[in-house]
């Protein structure tokens, strides 16, 4: 019988998981609650469960904080995390504890029954090790399971125990003195289950060099490891080299394509991670129309392509106004604007998306009323283990409709008067560059017909109340702020400073200097 503790804030999710799985009671049974994640240090300390399941966002400390310790200091204990849409920053994230997944609030009662399932797995697989005691052969096939998952825990960062291998048909590993990895991306499912990398290798003679790793979470990726006594640099690329090429032609001729990210050389075993952090990055720097190249040898990082989307304005006005099938159209046309980018790597176009969930994730924080953190590097880190345009489109796009589902209700634009629409746009737009074709073209209307109607609703036309709007603002920054006037006249959307003078003096009667001096 095994045990588990919940650690989340709210008792209704608490409950609500046990229920759940009450069907298991015959495997395992909960010994405790707690509803943060200070308390749930002490709780563990207390009752010595077994799985902890745990929420991201909790008071006192949350998930983000109490990974990290869990990790340190429970590096063996089974960890599902339980996160709701507020925490979408750590939805997938790669947490190096040893998690062994992540489900989203709401969840079924299957999904947490899965997760459970695969915590127990893993601690009778464990647990099967430490006791073995049959033959010889049943210790070896135990010590080589056991060695292959130790050793892609090392390529996934995940935090588990240092040492060698203890498996005999691994043996040649401990007397490695040079190891480079090779990040395998196969573009299809086609023929995978065809695809036994591990039989190639012994067949091609590589058996004793070569060490290939399955990953248990994506068939489309795996890991091969080159272990080589010597450390010739020159022999080792030759090798690499040999084997890559010998790999992609195997791969093709099963109907398949590769792509494969190649680590420098490495030392030790503790550096597994490292290079597989260097294989990302090769593979990351595929050009999105390449043509042949598949084979990516790491190099340091170039800087990212500066990119414009002519339509990215219009795109975030579609996610705040929770226009999900305008938003849908608009990424189809993003994405495919990129794969048409001359020269556009595949880390260009993570980065601009990278910006463009930013941007999302800033307009979601300001229905719900929360600050912007000052760095999120969670999303970034899920999407660079990406190796496709179309797996990355994939989840931006699911990002994107989220976001657009959430703010359908909430949306200061959900009313039914399109002019009230305009003027809240523009009292929240007043710095970007504001033209009438371009809010005409955001709200459907004909120019002329816009200029029209805004004219009947207001007594104004368009220009005059975005003057009005922006130079309100101004006189909020003359009076808050030391801004210099060039400063202030940038902010309000006016980038002549003497225009903004000009209509300022029109407006009140006097120069932005002679105001400030009255305040």
Not at 44 to 54: A, N, R
Not at 150 to 177: M, P, W
Not at 425 to 443: C, E, G, R, V, W
Not at 485 to 496: C, F, P
Request: glycine share 4%.
């Amino acid at each position: 019988m095994y045990t588990y503790i919940v650690i989340d804030d709210e008792s209704l999710i608490r409950k609500g998981t046990i229920k759940k799985l009450q069907p298991m009671e015959d495997r395992i049974t909960c010994i405790g609650e707690a509803d943060n994640g200070k308390a749930g240090i002490e709780l563990i300390q207390e009752v010595h469960p077994d799985i902890v399941i745990l929420d991201m966002q909790m008071p006192i400390m949350g998930g983000k904080e109490l990974l990290p310790y869990l990790a340190e200091n429970y590096p063996d204990m089974p960890l599902i995390v339980i996160s709701g849409y507020r925490d979408f920053d750590y939805v997938k994230q790669a947490i190096s504890a040893a998690a062994i997944d992540y489900i989203l609030k709401p969840f079924s009662k299957e999904a947490i029954q899965d997760c459970i399932s695969r915590a127990i797995e893993r601690l009778e697989d464990s647990q099967t090790l430490s006791r073995v005691t049959d033959s010889d052969e049943e210790k070896e096939a135990v010590y080589y399971d056991y060695d292959i998952q130790h050793l892609t825990n090392l390529i996934l960062g995940y935090h588990v125990r240092e040492g060698s291998v203890s498996s005999k048909r691994l043996n040649f590993i401990n007397d490695t003195h040079q190891l480079v990895l090779l990040t395998l991306y196969f573009e299809s499912t086609s023929q995978i289950q065809n695809i036994d990398i591990q039989h190639w290798l012994e067949d091609g003679g590589f058996g004793d060099l070569a060490l290939y790793l399955p990953n248990a979470a994506s068939d489309q990726m795996g890991f091969l490891v080159l272990f080589m006594p010597n450390t010739e640099i020159i022999h080792s690329r030759r090798l690499v080299d040999q084997i890559s090429s010998a790999l992609t032609d195997y791969v093709r001729h099963l109907q398949n394509s590769l792509i494969i990210g190649i680590s420098q050389p490495h030392s030790d075993l503790s550096e597994l991670h490292e290079a597989f952090e260097e294989t990302s990055a090769a593979l990351n720097r595929q050009k999105l129309n390449r043509d042949s190249e598949n084979i990516f040898y790491y190099k340091e990082v170039a800087e990212p392509r500066s990119f414009i989307w002519e339509q990215e304005e219009e795109f975030l006005f579609r996610v705040e106004a929770g226009m999900t099938a305008e938003v849908q159209d608009l990424t189809g046309q993003l994405f495919d604007l990129m794969a048409r980018t001359s020269d556009f790597s595949l880390a260009d176009a993570k980065y601009y998306c990278y910006y463009l969930s930013g941007q999302c994730r800033n307009i979601l924080n300001y229905y719900l009323k929360q600050e912007t953190p000052k760095s999120s590097n969670s999303i970034q880190n899920v999407v660079n283990y990406i190796f496709s345009l179309k797996e990355l489109k994939d989840y931006y796009y699911q990002f994107f409709m989220n976001i657009t589902e959430l703010l359908k209700a909430e949306s200061i634009y959900s009313g039914d008067d399109v002019v009230e629409k305009i003027q809240t746009y523009m009292q929240h737009n007043y710095p970007k560059n504001l033209t009438q074709d371009f809010i005409a073209s955001l709200f459907y209307l004909n120019r002329s017909y816009l200029s029209t109607l805004f004219k009947q609703k207001t007594g104004m036309k368009f220009i005059d109340y975005l003057n009005e709007v922006r130079i309100e603002k101004s006189k909020e920054l003359l009076k808050d702020s030391n801004r210099k006037m060039y400063q202030i006249s940038k902010a309000v959307g006016y980038d002549n400073p003497k225009y903004f003078f000009r209509i300022f003096k029109k407006k009140t009667g006097m120069t932005p200097e002679q105001y400030r001096e009255i305040l």
